[in-house]
């Protein structure tokens, strides 16, 4: 794919998501194209989550569609998640593997490379845990055992449930250097998070601001 | 810091680039997980087998230790335990895999979900359902089954087991995103398990004849290859919905 | 092909449809229950070797053969919710599951009830009547499963999966049962065989079959139309119409 900006990795054209019987978003429509860096910004409860799992394909909208380039991404599952990561609020690191392991399978199950876990668990400050079982880690850690990823994904649409969380300072100046470079060869970066990103610079930085919305449908 | 090696341009991916995302190779990878985190969690192996045993010497203690009773009610018995002991452990099957997240990023994954769910199914079969037939001889030996069932009995069960755990498979992917989803498990599953249950004891019933039981066998073994092909469809669409 | 199901696929249309349709099915429902009703108990002849207790047949028929039915529709629109994605499918599933799981419990209470004057005992093993009592089950389950998620649409969905599983194993399992029945037969079951039926006791059979089955139309249909207003309760139109019975 070239790097022209007319044509989006992942569109969204009049997505509507209800849940709980409260509208949470209606009539969403945006595009994001190789490079950009979407944030999703919001209070608690706006959304956020609903909208990074529809475009993701795990949840159904209400009403509209998301697109893969120009294809629903319904109608071509298998080519979309190739080309996209997923993160979300659960790790979907197991207790009874070690840090090494999770990684490892996390990595073969998306179709990447295995053989520079170490080094990606470097990364993010995991040495010298490799082979502790991740029962014995911490939350934190089980999250930046699932970041880890990030490193060695070549999936151009990253889409990121609140990456930061979790994560100390260093961490998180390492991610965004990461969601930088990740921009600049042609992917694209879609993610909530609560707190600003420093070092990228904010003209780079697309937002869509999800409101709350009080009126309960029933009314 | 490790930065990734290629800062060439990324490609949207449009074929299945390497071997790495074969469907034997992905099977073979869950498989292994599975089997890992349940060698490393054995309780989850011990206790069902523990209930189907305990199950089994319960009714001698309750129906009276008389050898002629308890060999005519044996083959039904050691399958009743079986299907209940097989729907106890069901819910190791995606339960934690709910909860831990890992279940949505298989769904994510870019195989085709069937394969992973045959793998998952699989290895649920080789926890639970092959130390069911490895100790029923024993316990057949508790309910004096007679001695000329004892092939019928190995063979139901191996050709049995896997149905359960194919159709409890639905069963669990459907309910898996439910806070209490124990009991309705069993509402759901068990009539599924009925026919199961008819043709295997008929077939232990018509060997302690000294009769040819092979009609019953094939039959069960034609439930085994049509839950094999459509089950798999069936968790598929189901855990779609439960991770919605 | 499927172009012309397009208006039903909109709910306000089909939910003023459903008002139109609803006054003609009452009309049929009361007319074919009453005619046949009062024709089977009160005026066609008795069994000769029965007696009175055969009249029992007349709602016992037809709310078996209905269940079946039933199941078998709600199985239709799950596999129409989940190929074409109407979603109006998922609603009529939801509507019909519990008239279904009502009139196989009907089936089986009238089954009973036959059989304690046939068989001197309220429940024996028979095929039908345990192949009834799995019916019930499986009935019970896509309920029970309905009501467990509490989203409307994942609810449905999961429930027409589980439908699907059921109609696939509901011939199996009743060749299992028929199959267990007469391989278990003791000597005391005396099978009724199928009743070579008269023309005077054809005729009003099949006014209270007809009848049965209008009735089981209009409660779907007034069942049905709760389910649409409750899954649309957000669109405008719904709105309106909640506007206008409060200003009445």
């Known amino acids: 794919m070239s790097k022209d900006t007319s044509t989006p990795l992942i569109s969204a054209s009049n997505l509507t998501c209800i849940r709980e019987e409260r509208l949470l978003f209606d009539a969403l429509s945006f595009e994001v194209h190789p490079g950009n860096i979407v944030q999703v910004e919001g209070p608690n409860g706006s959304g956020k989550t609903s909208l990074l799992r529809i475009l993701s394909g795990l949840s159904q909208p209400y009403d509209g569609d998301v697109k893969f380039g120009d294809k629903k991404i319904s109608r071509c599952r298998e080519e979309f998640q190739q080309n996209l990561l997923y993160f979300g609020h659960l790790p979907g690191v197991k207790g009874e593997m070690t ?46 055992i699932a970041l880890a990823r990030l490193y060695q994904s070549n999936a151009p649409i990253w889409i990121l449930d609140e990456p930061f969380t979790a994560i100390d300072k260093q961490g998180v100046a390492s991610l965004e250097n990461l969601f930088s470079m990740h921009a600049a060869r042609g992917g694209c970066i879609i993610l909530t998070t609560h707190q600003d990103l420093i070092s990228i610079e904010s003209g780079n930085v697309k937002k869509i601001t999800l409101d709350y919305h009080y009126d309960s449908l029933l009314g | 810091m490790t930065l990734p090696a290629q800062s060439e341009q990324l490609p949207t991916q449009t074929t299945q680039t390497s071997a790495q995302l074969s469907y034997r190779h992905a099977f073979m990878l869950v498989l292994k997980r599975d089997l890992t985190i349940a060698m490393r969690h054995k309780d989850d192996i011990i206790n069902p087998l523990l209930f189907f045993v305990i199950v089994i010497t319960l009714f001698p203690l309750g129906i009276g230790p008389e050898a002629k009773t308890l060999s005519r009610i044996a083959p039904g018995i050691i399958w009743v335990a079986a299907l209940l002991a097989t729907l106890l452990s069901l819910d190791r099957l995606f339960k934690s895999d709910h909860l831990d997240g890992s ?21 649920h079969w080789l926890i639970t359902g092959l130390p069911l037939i490895l100790i ?40 898996v995103g439910i806070k209490k989803g124990g009991v309705l498990l069993s509402l759901l599953i068990l009539p599924l398990y009925i026919p199961v249950l008819i043709f295997a004891t008929s077939a232990i019933d018509t060997a302690a004849l000294g009769l040819p039981y092979s009609g019953q066998l094939a039959i069960i073994a034609a439930l085994f290859f049509g839950s094999l092909t459509l089950a798999p469809f069936a968790v598929g669409a189901a855990l779609k919905v439960s991770t919605n | 092909m499927w172009k012309f199901l397009h208006p039903y696929a909109n709910p306000e249309t089909t939910y003023h449809f459903t008002n139109k349709l609803l006054p003609w099915l009452i009309a049929l429902a009361a007319l074919f229950l009453s005619i046949g009703l009062v024709w089977a108990l009160l005026f066609a002849p008795a069994d000769y070797q029965q007696g009175d207790s055969f009249r029992i047949f007349y709602v016992h028929v037809p709310a078996a053969s209905l269940s079946m039915g039933i199941y078998v529709s709600m199985a239709i629109a799950a596999l129409s919710s989940l190929v074409w994605q109407l979603k109006l499918a998922d ?16 089936a089986l209470i009238t089954g009973a009830a036959w059989g304690k004057p046939m068989w001197g005992t309220w429940w024996i093993w028979d095929a039908r009547l345990t192949s009834e009592l799995i019916l019930l089950f499986l009935y019970l389950g896509v309920i029970a499963l309905h009501n467990a998620f509490e989203d409307k649409n994942l609810a449905g969905k999961a429930a027409g999966i589980l439908t699907l599983v059921g109609v696939i194993n509901i011939p199996i399992i009743k060749y299992s049962v028929d199959w267990w029945n007469t391989l278990h037969q003791g000597s005391t079951v005396s099978k009724i065989g199928k009743p070579s039926m008269s023309l005077d006791m054809l005729w009003p059979f099949i006014f209270s079959f007809l009848g049965f089955s209008f009735l089981v139309g209009v409660i779907i249909c007034l069942r049905f139309r709760n389910e649409i207003l409750a899954r649309n309760s957000i669109r405008p139109w719904v709105r309106e119409l909640v506007e206008k019975s409060v200003v009445k």
């Open chain 2, 103 to 123: 279940l949505e990023q298989m769904l994510l994954s870019p195989h085709p979900i069937f394969i992973l769910v045959l793998a998952k199914i699989f290895a």
């Open chain 1, 99 to 144: 840090a090494e392991e999770n990684l490892e399978f996390n990595l073969a199950l998306h179709g990447n490379d295995t053989d520079k876990t170490l080094a990606y668990l470097a990364n993010v400050n995991l040495l010298g845990f490799e082979d502790s079982l991740a029962s014995h880690l911490s939350a934190g850690q089980h999250r930046r």
């Open chain 2, 136 to 175: 029923a001889p024993l316990l057949a030996v508790l309910l004096h089954l007679d001695k000329n069932s004892y092939t019928a009995l190995l063979l139901t069960l191996l050709l049995g087991t896997p149905v359960l755990s194919l159709l409890g498979a639905i069963g669990v992917a459907l309910t």
């Open chain 3, 91 to 106: 609603a009529s599933a939801a509507a019909m599951a519990p008239v279904g799981a009502a009139f196989t419990a009907i």
